[in-house]
């Protein structure tokens, strides 16, 4: 079911994430999900060592900081955020064999008798696959109703869905990481405020495992794994979209939000950061939804001339006068390390200078760290919108959004989209521009692929119209490797 966006407070939504004092780190846990292995990281990482009841970390929390203090827009650009997400049919079996059939300190035996006596759950030792594929038909079906509120129990976090977190992750924009690409995604990530993140994830022994008595190909058919996907059908969904991220299918860090939608249009807007998603309730209607693509529903994006979006971005988050302030933290730290002036007025001179310090952070990071060390407010579209492409999405130009809809049939409830602002029109006559030009070529070529195609046309291009696109960015990203 998809998540309704209607307007809520972000009053104590940061006290669920976990920080460090060493590190601006942002980690929202989802158990059954490696939490165990992360705050004993997280800990390790202020402390030097791994809790000393490492396996039962959880009972200690309050020895790890929170997020409490932090301010939600500073957790929503950081490039550090991150929320793990697992394929459901393992952490099923995880659940299965360490909480209901296993009988360990961490097991749940009131879960294991309830089910014994209402269910005909088989709680001996010594089972064959054939009997832990039974239990596990009569456990997946008693949490389909348990979380339909069908039981007399309410329901937990070890077995509820990832689905019910990642409606936090969704507002604060986390990136999502798989769990079994942990290893590798995580230094990826956090490398460059962590170089010897690896050395630390090697000191951490903890590691909640239980081991399985048979093999998960053995356990599994066909039936047990489609109902576990069926109920878990969410979570699954997340855990692909992480996953082809991270084995380089998709070239961005997407965000877990993925589409916005209007229940009374057959509509999905797929958006990045000013290039639309900012003023989606604007265009879309109050009545808004938000959550993974229906693939019965068309989907559009939208693409914004980079020059125009990155100075919109400074305009509206980074300068004291702009009204999101979303990248206040950012003007903070290139003030300390740029000389960067927050409240510059009507100085043309400092605007210039100002820009030329942004210009320089968004340098170093495209090139010691990729587009997924940015802010979502300033990372390149090329990548995600190639993702849409890929998926059969049309792309409508943000500068003539209206017009293009008009021309696709597409009935908005809302109005247009807003030009961008006094400051930033006045810095598109500087020399900065070849410069954010050059920074985000792959951003103006598909912006001038698309643009030429309306204009030859009259309507969106095709993924086969943005072929030659595609091509050229892949041989000039080879030349380049």
Not at 158 to 179: C, E, N, V
Not at 232 to 255: I, K, M, N
Not at 442 to 451: F, K
């Amino acid at each position: 079911m998809a998540e309704t966006e209607a307007p809520q407070s972000d009053e104590g939504v940061t006290r669920r994430v976990f920080t460090t004092q060493s590190h601006p780190i942002y980690y929202l846990a989802i158990t059954k999900c490696g939490c165990t292995f992360l705050k004993n990281l997280f800990y390790l990482l202020d402390h030097g060592s791994e809790h000393e009841d490492a396996a039962f970390i959880h009972r200690h929390e309050d020895e790890i900081p929170r997020a409490t203090h932090v301010p939600v827009d500073a957790v929503r650009d950081s490039a550090y955020g991150f929320v793990v997400v697992r394929d459901p049919v393992d952490r099923f079996l995880s659940f299965y064999f360490e909480k209901v059939y296993g009988t360990g300190p961490h097991s749940f035996p009131h879960i294991r008798r309830k089910l014994i006596a209402e269910t005909g759950f088989d709680g001996s030792s010594g089972l064959d696959a054939a009997g832990h594929r039974q239990n596990a038909r009569l456990l997946i079906n008693w949490i389909a109703r348990n979380l339909d509120d069908e039981t007399d129990l309410a329901s937990n976090p070890h077995w509820r869905r990832q689905t019910d977190r990642l409606r936090i992750a969704r507002r604060l924009r986390l990136t999502m990481i798989p769990l079994d690409q942990l290893n590798t995604a995580l230094p990826e990530l956090l490398g460059d405020l962590i170089p010897d993140l690896p050395a630390k994830m090697a000191q951490v022994r903890a590691r909640n495992v239980m081991p399985r008595v048979v093999r998960d190909e053995d356990l599994l058919d066909e039936g047990l794994t489609q109902r576990i996907e069926e109920v878990y059908a969410g979570d699954r969904a997340a855990y692909l979209r992480a996953s082809a991220h991270w084995q380089g299918q998709s070239e961005t860090a997407q965000p877990v939000s993925d589409v916005i939608r209007h229940p009374g249009a057959a509509l999905q807007l797929g958006l990045m950061h000013f290039a639309g998603f900012e003023q989606r309730r604007q265009i879309m209607g109050a009545e808004i939804t938000a959550g993974a693509p229906d693939p019965a529903v068309p989907v559009h994006t939208i693409i914004r001339h980079p020059v125009a979006r990155l100075l919109s971005a400074y305009e509206d988050c980074l300068l004291e006068s702009g009204p999101h302030g979303g990248l206040r933290w950012l003007a903070g730290r290139l003030q300390k390390l740029r000389g960067f002036v927050p409240d510059p007025g009507e100085d043309p001179d400092q605007h210039r200078r100002n820009l030329d310090a942004l210009l320089e952070h968004v340098d170093y990071r495209l090139r010691t760290k990729g587009d997924t060390a940015l802010s979502p407010r300033l990372r390149p579209q090329a990548g995600y919108i190639a993702g849409w492409i890929g998926a059969e999405a049309r792309v409508l130009r943000y500068d003539h959004f209206a017009s293009d809809a008009r021309a696709l049939g597409l009935d908005l409830p809302g109005d247009g989209l807003p030009a961008a602002g006094p400051v930033a029109q006045a810095l598109a006559e500087s020399d900065a521009v070849a410069r954010i030009e050059d920074l985000y070529a792959d951003d103006l070529a598909l912006y001038r692929t698309v643009s030429d195609h309306w204009q030859r046309t009259g309507t969106a291009p095709h993924a086969q119209d943005l072929a030659p696109w595609r091509d050229a960015r892949e041989a000039t990203r080879s030349q380049a490797g």
